[in-house]
């Protein structure tokens, strides 16, 4: 028998480095666009294709909350550097803040939102920043304690509701509105994020994470890029904290679950860590299936769990990292 | 090379628990000199740069730079205001191309307030002057190595990248951590002219060697240390002569 291996070769159309490439022809175009287009029409399209089931319509909504949060934490871990386990920390905060601004401010929708997103950001950057020149497991043990400690503050002190939360905030207006909304809050983030970390503010940032010294002896604070990235990710947080109460149209202290720290982490696991959309794929993978189980009730938590076992064994590079090996590369056989 | 003192150091002392890494050193660092700092293994070399660039805090000692005085500045603040090193350990941007590597220094508050053609302009120029400043250390343009990941390149490339770092701040000073260590004869050679070349362009250079026949071709004047100690300071010709040098180095008996 003949002996032949496979060869691997690359398209093209890369010129010398990532991020530039030369484009001759209409196929050349769409081989770049269409991943791209097909994730987004294919995101836009599903509130229309779900009004067949009403049920699922509020799953694409918090689906779309965790790919936020996933986008937040692969961002910190795979271009800062910094495992940032503070997913219910951002939730929890804006989703308050939203509460605060809504009922006792009375501010509408599109004013409490946006204003719970900054301040709560800038809020939440504030409580982290003693810690940033913590570093790996440490900082992730911080960020962890974080949202736990606050809601034992709220339920001892009996404080913004206690144990009760804030009821009584405004719903939307619309229900194309209220999913449109966080669809399009979500696609702005991935690619905003994916162009962030290719300019030069987001190379210094994923400099902070290869090598914070070298960054230090550039004449760059560490600290001051280190709260620039915990800011970004704290608005994708606080935002999707924001939304939430708003679509429960209640603030509780079920905002600081560990589930928002939790999933994120197992979504980049399973997409992809490092690849940004491989965040988004992934809650869109855990987040439907977690639901899908519920059939199965308690039962759900074994097939979860042995679900993400297989990934991390099987495919542990991700589910993005590999398809786009496979997209980016030809692949034949070759005699040796 | 002026009588300007650029850099001077007094008494500057530090102990890591009970050993004592570097006790009273002072010395002084001409405008526009190579000056050279010397010692076996463990005499504190690299601890003197930690402790003057700001990334270990000395326990004792001022640090003036043109008269002003720094001691205990914050490390980032002291590249700012023009001192810059090397790392003896290579420390590149391991995950990014080598030219991306010098876009942070030039993102630097410093590079940016030269702007000009290092400093980069507004809109992503930043990677033609990176390529420049590449050239200019000795990385071929039309070849594929300054578009290479940092990781995938060759010691003496990763070397030549750590300068490349520092000039891209367009730095008064460099601190050399052993730039020639690890690095072949014909490699060496490569590197004397660019530290030559900066040495015309009016920076000033302090370079931490073991490679002592390298050093003393382009050193103005030389310290040694040993055991924290200061030992000998002057002409390469004189430091290498002193009886406590010898002794340093070659051990009781060959003096």
């Given at each position: 028998m003949e002996e032949t291996r496979k060869e691997r070769i690359d398209r093209g159309l890369k010129v010398r480095t990532e991020g530039i490439y030369a484009v001759s022809s209409f196929e050349e175009i769409a081989y770049l666009v269409g991943p791209r287009l097909l994730l987004i029409v294919g995101v836009l399209l599903l509130p229309l294709v779900l009004e067949l089931a009403p049920y699922w319509k509020r799953v694409v909504n918090i689906m779309c909350v965790y790919a936020l949060l996933a986008l937040a934490f692969d961002f910190l871990a795979n271009y800062v550097g910094l495992v940032c386990l503070g997913g219910a920390l951002f939730v929890g905060v804006g989703g308050y803040l939203a509460a605060l601004f809504n009922v006792y401010l009375s501010l509408p929708f599109y004013l409490s939102i946006p204003l719970a997103t900054v301040c709560g950001a800038a809020l939440c950057t504030a409580i982290i920043l003693p810690c940033l020149p913590l570093r790996g497991v440490y900082f992730a043990i911080v960020t962890l304690m974080y949202p736990i400690l606050f809601s034992r503050i709220f339920e001892a002190l009996n404080v913004l509701g206690g144990t009760n939360g804030i009821s009584g905030i405004d719903s939307f207006p619309s229900e194309y509105l209220e999913e449109y909304m966080i669809i399009i809050a979500m696609l702005a983030a991935l690619f905003g994020m994916r162009r962030l970390v290719s300019q030069d503010v987001g190379l210094v940032l994923r400099g902070v994470k290869d090598n914070d010294q070298s960054v230090r002896a550039s004449g760059i604070s560490l600290t001051s890029m280190k709260c620039l990235a915990v800011f970004i990710a704290a608005l994708m947080g606080c935002f999707g904290g924001a939304y939430m109460a708003h679509l429960y149209m209640w603030a509780g202290l079920s905002l600081f679950a560990l589930d928002f720290s939790i999933i994120p982490i197992a979504a980049v696991v399973i997409g992809g860590p490092g690849t940004l959309v491989g965040a988004v794929v992934g809650s869109f993978i855990l987040v439907p299936l977690s639901e899908f189980l519920r059939f199965f009730g308690s039962f759900r938590i074994v097939i979860y769990c042995a679900l993400l076992t297989g990934f991390i064994v099987f495919k542990s590079e991700g589910l993005m990292v590999y398809l786009q090996r496979k997209y980016h590369q030809f692949e034949r056989m070759v005699k040796v | 090379m002026s009588e300007t003192i650029l850099l001077s150091a007094r008494g500057i002392s530090k102990s890591f628990g009970g050993l004592k890494a570097l006790a009273d050193v002072s010395f002084d660092v001409y405008q526009g000199e190579i000056y050279g700092i010397i010692g076996p293994n463990g005499s504190g070399k690299t601890t003197l740069v930690n402790c003057i660039t700001g990334f270990i805090r000395s326990d004792d000692g001022e640090v003036f730079f043109r008269d002003e005085e720094i001691t205990g500045w914050p490390a980032h603040k002291i590249a700012r205001i023009g001192i810059t090193r090397t790392f003896q350990i290579m420390r590149p941007y391991y995950s990014l191309p080598a030219f991306k590597n010098l876009i942070i220094p030039l993102w630097s508050p410093r590079a940016k307030k030269y702007g000009g053609w290092r400093g980069g302009g507004r809109h992503g120029d930043r990677d033609t002057v990176a390529v420049d400043i590449l050239e200019e250390i000795g990385?071929?343009?039309?070849?594929r190595v300054p578009y290479k990941l940092a990781a995938t390149l060759p010691t003496g490339y990763q070397k030549r990248l750590e300068l490349a770092r520092c000039i891209a701040l367009r730095p008064d000073v460099i601190f050399c951590d052993e730039v020639f260590s690890g690095l072949s004869m014909s490699e060496i050679a490569g590197m004397i002219p660019l530290i030559e070349k900066l040495k015309m362009e009016g920076v000033t250079l302090i370079m931490i060697e073991h490679r002592l026949r390298e050093l003393f071709r382009v050193a103005d004047r030389v310290m040694a240390l040993n055991f924290g100690e200061k030992i000998a300071e002057g002409d390469s010709s004189e430091v290498i002569e002193d009886s406590r040098v010898r002794e340093a180095y070659l051990g009781n008996e060959g003096v």
């Open positions: - | 990385f071929e343009r039309d070849s």
